[in-house]
């Protein structure tokens, strides 16, 4: 992943973004005082191209009230990170917790402002589990990227991949 400028990213970030050179993390401290932090972890589920995988943690897991200027903050550093890179981002909800359902509302409002940009794909997906819960996943990827249609193909057979059963009545046992 190409470096992203903080002067950037403070420029637009309503809160004041470092970065931690020992986690590789971007942090900042909201007026609730609540830490969050934002990687970009490199994915190999996508072979087609670049892509990496956006975790946003509230690191010291105090409650946090609805804060825009949190969402501000993120964006501006997805942002950077689409203006330094020809990547595709992956979002996956934290699903240890059960609140994998209130975390993808809330990433519907934070990037569904990609699925209004021309220049953006915004593609949300349900991905089911073996016990049929339902998990959340999109790919926000740059149209201009040079892998776009490659990288959006493989994403979509990837999900319905995992959202297809196994056809037990054809099974033969040695």
């Known amino acids: 992943m190409n470096q992203l400028?903080?002067?950037?990213?403070?420029?637009?970030?309503?809160?004041?973004?470092?970065?931690?050179?020992?986690?590789?993390?971007?942090?900042?401290?909201?007026?609730?005082?609540?830490?969050?932090?934002?990687?970009?972890?490199?994915?190999?589920?996508?072979?087609?191209g670049e892509s990496y995988q956006f975790a946003l943690t509230n690191y010291e897991g105090k409650k946090s009230p609805r804060d825009n200027k949190v969402r501000a903050t993120v964006l501006a550093i997805v942002e950077e990170f689409f203006s330094k890179n020809e990547a595709a981002l992956l979002y996956i909800c934290e699903t240890g917790d059960g609140m994998q359902k209130m975390r993808n509302r809330l990433f519907h409002f934070w990037f569904g402002i990609y699925s209004e940009n021309d220049d953006f794909l915004f593609l949300p997906q349900v991905v089911y589990d073996e016990e049929d819960n339902e998990n959340y996943a999109a790919l926000i990827i740059r149209r201009d990227n040079p892998n776009f249609n490659d990288l959006v193909t493989e994403f979509t057979?990837?999900?319905?991949?995992?959202?297809?059963k196994p056809d037990t009545n054809n099974y033969t046992p040695f």
């Open 157 to 164: 057979n990837t999900i319905t991949i995992l959202n297809s």
């Open 5 to 48: 400028s903080l002067d950037n990213i403070n420029s637009t970030s309503p809160y004041r973004v470092c970065y931690d050179d020992t986690t590789k993390l971007f942090k900042f401290v909201s007026d609730y005082h609540v830490g969050f932090s934002v990687a970009f972890d490199e994915n190999d589920l996508l072979q087609s």
